[in-house]
């Protein structure tokens, strides 16, 4: 089981990528899946670690309905997530 900081700070790193997208020119339709994982990660932060599983799991289920952002700089946050997502539910399991 990982320590609670590692989890969380790569919670934060997860959020960051999220957040990131919302100041860049994103599609419609990406950038509504890109908020709304964004919001449910911003709920995961500090949150004990069932949260936390709930909510990453959300948001990769979100982020798996992004095909494309239409900006380059997005789709590098977007797949940085994706790793991140990954990362979080393995250390989890």
């Not at 946050?77 to 994706?82: E, F, G, L, S």
């Amino acid at each position: 089981m990982p320590s609670i900081t590692d989890t969380q700070q790569l919670v934060g790193d997860l959020y960051g990528h999220l957040e990131a997208t919302a100041s860049l020119p994103v599609a419609t339709r990406p950038s509504q899946y890109l908020g709304e994982a964004e919001a449910v990660v911003g709920d995961a932060r500090g949150a004990p670690e069932s949260v936390v599983k709930k909510r990453v799991s959300q948001a990769a289920e979100l982020l798996s309905h992004v095909d494309g952002t239409g900006s380059d700089e997005a789709n590098e946050h977007v797949k940085q997530a994706r790793k991140l997502t990954d990362e979080i539910l393995s250390k989890m399991e």
